[in-house]
């Protein structure tokens, strides 16, 4: 990721992530996605919201035992 993003659409989020669209409405149907911002019509991840659902995702992979 680059160090001067500080907000992500739902695909570059994706992209950068590793993972699908359709896995991210998945989680987010579970309430497992990161927070969201609108600006206008674009729903944006900032990047400090990133951040805090790597660090949920990597906290809740430990206490499974993953």
């Excluded at 944006?44 to 995702?57: D, G």
């Amino acid at each position: 990721m680059d160090n001067n993003t500080f907000a992500f659409t739902i695909k570059q989020f994706c992209k950068a992530h590793g993972f699908s669209r359709s896995l991210y409405y998945t989680l987010k149907k579970k309430h497992q996605a990161p927070a969201t911002i609108r600006a206008g019509r674009r729903v944006l991840i900032t990047a400090a919201a990133a951040h805090e659902w790597r660090e949920a995702m990597s906290s809740r992979g430990e206490r499974d035992g993953r």
